[in-house]
Structures are given as C-alpha cells and as structure tokens.
C-alpha cells in the first residue's frame, strides 16, 4: 500500500488547457512519417529479395521460401 497521495496530479491535468497544434507542424510530421515508411519499405523489399536469392542457391523450393517468408 502506498502512502503516497497522487490525486493532485489528476487535478493538475484538468487544470491546463488543450493547446492547438499548428497544421504546418502535423503535415511536416506526416511527410516525415511517410518518408520514414517508404525508406523502411525499399529496405524490407530488397532484404526479403535478398534472402530468397540465397534460399534459391542453396536449392530451397519456391514454395518452402514463400512459406519460410509468411507469403
């Protein structure tokens, strides 16, 4: 049991007031957000390429690569 009182905290969060998020800063999180999703994306495609190259040399099936990938 804590003897710690942690009520004015919830008091103190009623208090402040919303603060407007300016539309510039949202749409340059956006673009940032989506340049950051399309960079992850190119790097996941062409490891995903990559293993299933070396799966092939080393005599996987297509079939057992696709399963091993979650395709």
Same mark, same amino acid.
């Given at each position: 049991?804590?003897?710690?009182?942690?009520?004015?905290?919830?008091?103190?969060?009623?208090?402040?007031?919303?603060?407007?998020?300016?539309? /510039?800063?949202?749409?340059?999180? *956006?673009?940032? $957000?989506?340049?950051?999703?399309?960079?992850? #994306? =190119?790097? +996941?495609? /062409?490891?995903?390429?990559?293993? *299933?190259?070396? $799966?092939?040399?080393?005599?996987?099936?297509? #079939? =057992?690569? +696709?399963?091993?990938?979650?395709?």
């Amino acid at each position: 049991m804590s003897i710690i009182r942690r009520d004015y905290l919830d008091e103190y969060d009623r208090q402040r007031q919303p603060v407007p998020f300016p539309r /510039a800063l949202a749409a340059g999180i *956006a673009r940032k $957000a989506e340049a950051m999703a399309r960079r992850f #994306e =190119e790097q +996941a495609t /062409a490891q995903l390429v990559r293993d *299933a190259q070396r $799966a092939l040399r080393r005599g996987q099936s297509p #079939e =057992e690569i +696709a399963k091993h990938l979650g395709l």
